[in-house]
């Protein structure tokens, strides 16, 4: 035998010899498990939670295809892995799953039915303090309350999931896809979430990489609160009443994103500091960026494209690098209110589609400065149906005149030598993205 001798047990729980581990299960399952490691297989009918009990730390419990109405506690480290898609039926009580021992790997699994008392925050998986470098992979979350609650568990990687929540309960009263609680180290990547409260909620956890994930049709696609050094990249966030929202945060870089066609903002920064935002598509959104308190943070190479509002910037937002971001097609470019003017582009310049500025010199950027919140801007806020008229020619002519009249003029956000075209040449993609 190439496994510790065997004790008298029921025989569908005892370790399989590997010979016969070999003929029962795919050859991959079983090259992951180290040396001097057990294999546990458990068939429907039998109990999951018995097998994991007489696993030793290191086995792997194998879980063939059926449905388990039982909720499951793991407190040592061990694989627990499904075959062709198991159903885990936490029976509506509680969470699905607890894990309480570090390097635990879950794989494969339908996990469902959790309980649904907010106050106990059940979950269909719950990796609870000291679960370092637990592995969710491969799982789909199916009527939980939260997805995931990770609390004090570094290391953690969470990856190629799908999580919908509770779908038939108000929103208030669903709980998160993922939340993350005073962690360090987490890694989210290819996560498709829906239909829960927020998708991923982050608060006070750092060094962490969220990647490739898809979330839609919840109340934010990300909520962060008091987290630093994160990294946001290659994540779609649509049809949320808000797409990214960044609250309390230092030193965040979010990247390569796209966030369309939610209700409210595509992306929020709201005091927050040292953050890089850059090349994100924001589109068809109430508002692209809702900016509130931000200081010292980079906006650059962003498409922001038929929003209601491009930029709604207020409550002190300043000393921000904004430069070679395309503003198009939006019903107003930027809502600004404040006391004096703010600078964005002075070195390389931004686009803006509603510039009537020249360049005569050919050099590709405008001669005269851009200038938001002008007089028809201001107009356009208070009588609403103004917009209707915007492209037309005496509108056109209202601004320039204006122009001529500095007494009718508002502190605005300039751009003293904006773009003529933009960097992004597939913008029209963006058009009509709007949540219908």
């Not at 370790?15 to 090259?31: D, H, V």
Request: aromatic residues 8%; contains cysteine.
């Amino acid at each position: 035998m190439l496994h510790r001798p065997l004790r008298r047990l029921p025989a569908p729980l005892r370790p399989l010899p590997r010979l016969l581990a070999t003929l029962a299960l795919p050859a991959a399952l079983l090259a992951s498990s180290p040396a001097g490691a057990a294999d546990w297989l458990v068939k429907p009918g039998e109990s999951i939670q018995a097998a994991i009990d007489r696993a030793a730390p290191g086995d792997t419990v194998h879980v063939a295809r059926g449905i388990y109405r039982e909720s499951l506690r793991i407190t040592r480290p061990l694989s627990l892995t499904g075959q062709d898609r198991p159903t885990i039926d936490g029976g509506g009580k509680g969470d699905t799953i607890r894990v309480s021992a570090p390097d635990v790997h879950i794989e494969g699994l339908i996990v469902a039915n959790s309980g649904a008392d907010l106050g106990e925050q059940n979950s269909g998986i719950y990796l609870r303090p000291g679960s370092h470098r637990a592995r969710v992979t491969r799982c789909d979350f199916s009527y939980t309350l939260f997805g995931l609650w990770i609390e004090k568990a570094d290391d953690v990687v969470i990856e190629h999931n799908l999580i919908t929540g509770k779908r038939d309960l108000d929103s208030s009263q669903r709980g998160n896809g993922i939340q993350l609680y005073n962690t360090t180290g987490a890694r989210i990547e290819g996560n498709n979430i829906s239909f829960v409260r927020d998708a991923i909620y982050v608060d006070v956890s750092h060094k962490a990489i969220f990647r490739g994930n898809r979330m839609h049709h919840s109340r934010y696609g990300t909520h962060y609160m008091n987290s630093y050094h994160n990294l946001w990249e290659d994540n779609d966030t649509y049809f949320n009443r808000g797409g990214l929202a960044l609250m309390e945060v230092r030193d965040q870089v979010v990247r390569n994103n796209r966030a369309w066609g939610n209700t409210d903002h595509g992306i929020m920064l709201r005091t927050i500091q040292d953050a890089v935002v850059e090349n994100n598509v924001v589109a068809g959104n109430a508002r692209g960026f809702f900016i509130y308190d931000a200081e010292y943070n980079t906006l650059r190479g962003n498409l922001v494209v038929d929003n209601q509002v491009g930029v709604h910037l207020w409550a002190g937002s300043v000393r921000n690098v904004v430069e070679r971001n395309d503003f198009i097609a939006n019903r107003e470019q930027v809502k600004y209110v404040a006391a004096r003017d703010e600078t964005w582009g002075a070195k390389e310049g931004n686009h803006w589609s509603n510039y009537l500025g020249w360049d005569r010199n050919g050099d590709g950027r405008g001669d005269v400065p851009y200038e938001a919140n002008d007089l028809v801007d201001r107009l356009s806020w208070r009588h609403p149906l103004l917009k209707l008229l915007l492209a037309s020619p005496a509108i056109q002519t209202l601004r320039l005149v204006a122009r001529q009249f500095p007494l009718l003029r508002a502190p605005s956000i300039v751009d003293p030598a904006p773009r003529m075209r933009p960097d992004h040449s597939d913008w029209r993609h963006w058009l009509g993205k709007q949540h219908r």
